[in-house]
């Protein structure tokens, strides 16, 4: 398998940054085009009540994508400062040690889940109209939670062998067969929501193979390997694990953060604006997922450069590319920002007829929600160089207050001073205090030092 000849202690950094950024951000935004493909089909093929049943089963994947992010963001950070000191066997280890146990928590998700469906979807707030869409729906999508989160950890490993190319293709292919097989399915065939299901697992797991038989067969340094099964090898396995999560948890709390935006623009709106409201708030949610990919593709592109020189003590380096990381996030910040506030009928459109109460709310909300972009990819590029100089206290402090502690204030209290526009900026207001309090602390740590 061809490869790109990368040294990341040598390579110049812009060169370095930008052959890992073209393919990941492309990559990502492929795997963030499957949740918006489903959305699409759905709500022009199966209807109102089949966007429910969606969003009722989505929460626990989120969950158990953020644990995969979480183990690969550690894992990756890991393996990078092994590499740098010639230690490719205790890399290889880390890696095989995240990925089986990755694989260990979604099937005991799967068990507690899969056996009652229904009493899974009143758990999670399934009315009796909507089960019978629910328990066509579940199945497939919860099952689909093993294919993603190898690719969660496989991704950030395969791009660290040498091989970002690789695995863009791993996203982008299952993106364009998520497309083609949500059309087949829902439309010439007639499956409907269970259609939409089995499109995103039969993609899914084509992603998921390709980065397993990659990491099987195909590695240059980064194979797995068979792990001994002793007492000692459980032992080390618990404390890498441990250290992985450590190192990971934010990106854990950053797919958390997803859900609480989810959980508390859904209550505001429908307190507020009603039906339409939360209707119009949907179709952000499904914009939203591609802002969040675009700051993590910056800071997993910059993560392997800087954990790499970290191991080296380059700081010369690591300052280089941190400040090529956040010029970056500037600079795509601002492009999605003007997006939003030129093109925002064009947007709605693609998910409802433009005649509708709720497209005229979310045509109208786009251009006030939009002003979170340039702090929101900001932070998680700032939070991103945390993880990858192991400074695992800073990474959780700020993905807790953008995630929690400003959030849900935000939703709570900018209504009533502004009415509904506080609503779409709750976002903005949450991201802005938390680029504060991260140069904040930059500008402290500097002075001390």
Same mark, same amino acid.
């Given at each position: 398998?061809?490869?790109?000849?990368?040294?990341?202690?040598?390579? /110049?950094?812009?060169?370095?940054?930008?052959?890992?950024?073209?393919?990941?951000?492309?990559?990502?935004?492929?795997?963030?085009?499957?949740?918006?493909?489903?959305?699409?089909?759905?709500?022009?093929?199966? !209807?109102?009540?089949?966007?429910?049943?969606?969003?009722?089963?989505?929460?626990?994947?989120?969950?158990?994508?953020?644990?995969?992010?979480?183990?690969?963001?550690?894992?990756?950070?890991?393996?990078?400062?092994?590499?740098?000191? /010639? #230690?490719?066997?205790?890399?290889?280890?880390?890696? @095989?040690?995240?990925?089986?146990?990755?694989?260990?928590?979604?099937?005991?998700?799967?068990?507690?889940?899969?056996?009652?469906?229904?009493?899974?979807?009143?758990?999670?707030?399934?009315?009796?109209?909507?089960?019978?869409?629910?328990?066509?729906?579940?199945p497939w999508i919860?099952?689909?939670?093993?294919?993603?989160?190898?690719?969660?950890?496989?991704?950030?490993?395969?791009?660290?062998?040498?091989? &970002?190319?690789?695995?863009?293709?791993?996203?982008?292919?299952?993106?364009?067969?998520?497309?083609?097989?949500?059309?087949?399915?829902?439309?010439?065939?007639?499956?409907?929501?269970?259609?939409?299901?089995?499109a995103t697992f039969?993609?899914?797991?084509?992603?998921?193979?390709?980065?397993?038989?990659?990491?099987?067969?195909?590695?240059? @340094?980064?194979?797995?390997?068979?792990?001994?099964?002793?007492?000692?090898?459980?032992?080390?396995?618990?404390?890498?694990?441990?250290?992985?999560?450590?190192?990971?948890?934010?990106?854990?709390?950053?797919?958390?953060?997803?859900?609480?935006?989810?959980?508390?623009?859904?209550?505001?709106?429908?307190?507020?604006?009603?039906?339409? !409201?939360?209707?119009?708030?949907?179709?952000?949610?499904?914009?939203?997922?591609?802002?969040?990919?675009?700051?993590?593709?910056?800071?997993?592109?910059?993560? &392997?450069?800087?954990?790499? #020189?970290? !191991?080296?003590?380059?700081? @010369?380096?690591?300052?280089?590319?941190?400040?090529?990381?956040?010029?970056?996030?500037?600079?795509? !910040?601002?492009?999605?920002?003007?997006?939003? #506030?030129?093109?925002?009928?064009?947007?709605?459109?693609?998910?409802?007829?433009m005649d509708t109460?709720?497209?005229?709310?979310?045509?109208?909300?786009?251009?006030?929600?939009? @002003?979170?972009?340039?702090?929101?990819?900001? /932070?998680?590029?700032?939070?991103?160089?945390?993880?990858?100089?192991?400074?695992?206290?800073?990474?959780?402090?700020?993905?807790?207050?953008?995630?929690?502690?400003?959030?849900? &204030?935000?939703?709570?209290?900018?209504?009533?001073?502004?009415?509904? /526009?506080?609503?779409?900026?709750?976002?903005?207001?949450?991201?802005?205090?938390?680029?504060?309090?991260?140069?904040?602390?930059?500008?402290?740590?500097?002075?001390?030092?």
């Amino acid at each position: 398998m061809k490869r790109d000849a990368i040294d990341l202690g040598k390579v /110049n950094i812009p060169t370095l940054f930008r052959i890992y950024l073209v393919p990941t951000l492309l990559g990502m935004l492929s795997l963030c085009a499957v949740t918006a493909t489903d959305g699409i089909f759905v709500g022009r093929g199966c !209807g109102s009540d089949a966007l429910a049943a969606v969003n009722i089963c989505i929460s626990p994947t989120m969950v158990m994508m953020g644990i995969g992010l979480m183990l690969g963001v550690g894992a990756s950070v890991v393996s990078s400062v092994h590499l740098a000191n /010639n #230690n490719a066997k205790a890399a290889r280890l880390n890696i @095989t040690q995240s990925l089986l146990v990755a694989t260990i928590v979604v099937c005991v998700f799967l068990a507690l889940t899969l056996p009652s469906v229904s009493a899974t979807g009143r758990l999670l707030g399934s009315s009796e109209n909507l089960l019978p869409l629910v328990r066509e729906y579940m199945p497939w999508i919860f099952a689909t939670c093993l294919f993603q989160v190898w690719c969660a950890i496989g991704l950030f490993v395969v791009r660290l062998d040498g091989s &970002p190319r690789y695995a863009m293709w791993c996203n982008v292919l299952p993106g364009l067969l998520n497309v083609i097989l949500d059309y087949v399915f829902i439309f010439p065939l007639g499956m409907g929501i269970k259609g939409a299901a089995l499109a995103t697992f039969l993609s899914c797991m084509v992603g998921g193979g390709m980065v397993m038989a990659y990491l099987g067969w195909f590695a240059s @340094t980064l194979k797995v390997i068979k792990i001994k099964i002793s007492r000692k090898s459980l032992m080390l396995t618990i404390r890498n694990i441990g250290y992985q999560c450590r190192i990971g948890i934010s990106a854990l709390l950053g797919e958390a953060t997803m859900g609480v935006l989810m959980l508390m623009g859904n209550l505001m709106f429908m307190r507020y604006m009603g039906d339409d !409201g939360v209707g119009a708030f949907s179709i952000a949610c499904y914009y939203c997922p591609f802002v969040f990919m675009i700051g993590y593709a910056i800071a997993q592109s910059a993560q &392997p450069i800087i954990s790499y #020189n970290y !191991g080296l003590d380059q700081r @010369t380096r690591i300052a280089a590319t941190e400040r090529l990381a956040i010029i970056t996030s500037i600079i795509c !910040g601002a492009t999605v920002t003007v997006a939003f #506030n030129l093109f925002p009928e064009s947007m709605v459109c693609l998910f409802l007829d433009m005649d509708t109460e709720a497209a005229e709310i979310a045509v109208a909300g786009f251009p006030l929600y939009s @002003t979170a972009f340039i702090f929101f990819i900001f /932070n998680l590029t700032a939070i991103g160089y945390f993880q990858s100089v192991e400074k695992v206290l800073p990474s959780i402090v700020f993905a807790l207050l953008r995630g929690v502690l400003f959030l849900i &204030p935000s939703f709570i209290i900018l209504p009533v001073i502004l009415g509904d /526009n506080g609503i779409w900026l709750a976002l903005a207001a949450s991201e802005v205090m938390t680029s504060v309090s991260i140069i904040g602390y930059y500008l402290f740590v500097r002075c001390k030092d």
